[in-house]
């Protein structure tokens, strides 16, 4: 008796996926990238912070990003849920949404330094969606921090907040989480590798 042959694999969400990038790279614009670039430039010449903020997994993307602007930017960034023991002593004592606030006040967040948000949705106040960075963004706005922000979608709080706001254009409303936190990996990886704000040559590069 022959055997039954496998059949082929099918491809079609890679496919898709991989046609959704390349129809969110078609829609960017290169001007507004560039502006992005420029805030980090002005920051690191008048040698302020940069304080990275996302929650889930902006969070994630903000801890990375901080790295490589710290090791291969030269320039002081922080972000607020890297120390996991501090913020849920906040959560718990001050509740989510002033958790991020309360950090930057004892942070002396400053005129000089600069904010950026990362975020899917860009917190929003109806429906109330990520408040702790609705209130981080409206701080910084009370002291006149400047804002930049990639996020999604209408691009929320932080569209409105921002002084430079890339928002990710939709491409699959079923994807729209994993492309904005996807993008913003590729932008902050694009602005530590200009070479106005680059600081350092990664290891593999160098050697």
């Keep these: 008796m022959l055997a039954l042959r496998e059949p082929e694999p099918s491809y079609e969400h890679v496919r898709n996926y991989c046609a959704e990038i390349r129809e969110i790279l078609s829609r960017l614009e290169y001007d507004r990238l560039d502006d992005l670039v420029q805030e980090v430039i002005a920051v ?105 922000s990639i996020v999604g979608r209408d691009g929320g709080q932080a569209a409105k907040l921002s002084k430079v706001c890339i928002i990710i254009p939709t491409a699959n409303e079923q994807r729209i989480t994993p492309h904005v936190e996807s993008f913003q990996e590729l932008f902050w990886h694009m602005i530590v590798t200009d070479p106005r704000v680059q600081h350092a040559i990664p290891h593999w590069e160098s050697l």
């Excluded at 994630?60 to 710290?70: I, T």
């Excluded at 023991?85 to 989510?96: F, H, P, V």
């Excluded at 930057?104 to 990362?118: E, H, Q, T, V, W």
């Design 44 to 148: 690191k010449e008048r040698q302020g912070r940069l304080f990275v903020l996302g929650s889930g997994g902006s969070a994630a993307n903000a801890s990375h990003a901080v790295n490589d602007f710290r090791k291969l930017g030269g320039i002081e960034a922080y972000s607020p849920s890297d120390n996991v023991a501090e913020l849920t002593a906040r959560i718990n004592d001050n509740g989510w949404t002033h958790s991020y606030v309360d950090w930057l006040i004892i942070s002396r967040m400053a005129p000089i330094d600069l904010m950026m948000i990362l975020s899917v949705g860009g917190g929003s106040t109806k429906p109330a969606v990520s408040m702790n960075l609705v209130a981080a963004m409206k701080y910084a706005k009370a002291i006149k921090t400047p804002i930049i």
